[in-house]
């Protein structure tokens, strides 16, 4: 008898449990990232998965690297896994459309973090950086360092990707208010450490008097800061870059780079995830707008010891 009411006991037990179980799991937020091995994309990811488990969620991150048709078989993967929500970065503001409509059709809500896709009212919210306010602020600083006379070059991320044209664009709507600074060569590096040190090889020897190089990201111009120190030039040309990654802060420690733009990337991440638990649990993202710009900011050799995490710094 003692035996039975036991293990009656211990089944109800059991069931309590599963039960328990099944409620807190949320679901499944698939979140397909850019490229990993670049400390941006890691954070990006990393930063989104923790928010999505901290809110019930089981979470995971897959990367495309740039690739759409990759990017297409990762949402067909989220679409095949059930997923209650997506948080991409798209791999390209055109190419991208088409898996996000695909998530879209599964009855999937689509976040969009980074980059945008030229098409609205299809994801729920595109989270980005304020990429011509940084450009402006990482503009200004450069001119500052460098000075408002001489020859100087400019590293371009990837074209498929908005954010290079806008902080490009960004950059010259300040730097040609100094009619002195001239521009005589730029190169396209996709974002890329590797190709920033190769183009700046390629620029250097066909520019050998410049005395500064702007950059669309930090990695590329840590690329330019490589390829600068194997010439023996980097004491003479100045490099700023763009992202806020621990790299080019322990660059900036170092003298080696001047200023970064930090991109609000382990804010902006978050809130995407907070977005679209808000949306399942109550079908609206509580954001007023889809598109959400995420202010930059500056760090200098002046603030830099502020940098308390990848990503964040401290006010």
């Not at 809110?55 to 989220?78: C, F, P, Q, R």
């Not at 791999?91 to 973090?113: E, R, T």
């Not at 930090?218 to 030039?233: F, S, T």
């Amino acid at each position: 008898m003692y035996m039975k009411t036991m293990l009656k006991s211990l089944l109800a037990a059991a069931m309590v449990v599963g039960f328990t179980a099944a409620a807190s799991a949320a679901g499944l937020i698939s979140i397909i990232v850019n490229d990993p091995a670049n400390p941006y994309w890691l954070t990006e990811g990393n930063v989104a998965k923790a928010e999505a488990e901290k809110l019930g969620y089981t979470a995971n991150v897959a990367a495309h690297k740039g690739d759409t048709n990759t990017e297409s078989n990762l949402i067909d993967t989220a679409i095949t896994n059930k997923s209650v929500a997506i948080i991409l970065d798209p791999a390209n503001a055109d190419g991208s459309v088409g898996a996000v409509k695909k998530a879209i059709a599964a009855n999937i809500p689509v976040f969009l973090v980074n980059a945008e896709i030229n098409q609205e009212g299809l994801a729920k919210g595109q989270l980005v950086s304020n990429n011509a306010q940084g450009a402006a602020l990482g503009a200004q600083q450069w001119v500052q360092a460098v000075g408002e006379k001489g020859k100087y070059v400019e590293l371009l991320g990837a074209p498929s990707d908005n954010n290079a044209a806008t902080r490009s664009n960004g950059y010259a709507t300040v730097l040609s208010q100094y009619p002195d600074l001239e521009k005589v060569a730029s190169q396209v590096a996709n974002w890329d450490r590797t190709q920033g040190h190769d183009k700046m090889q390629s620029m250097l020897q066909a520019n050998p008097d410049i005395i500064a190089v702007i950059s669309g990201n930090d990695e590329m111009a840590l690329g330019a800061v490589a390829a600068l120190k194997e010439a023996g030039k980097l004491a003479g040309i100045k490099v700023g870059g763009f992202d806020g990654s621990p790299d080019a802060v322990a660059a900036i420690k170092s003298g080696e780079l001047q200023y970064t733009v930090l991109q609000p990337v382990a804010i902006f991440s978050a809130k995407a995830v907070q977005q679209a638990d808000s949306f399942i649990k109550t079908g609206a993202t509580g954001a007023a707008t889809e598109k959400q710009l995420f202010d930059c900011l500056l760090i200098t050799k002046d603030n830099v010891d502020k940098y308390t995490a990848p990503f964040v710094l401290s006010e």
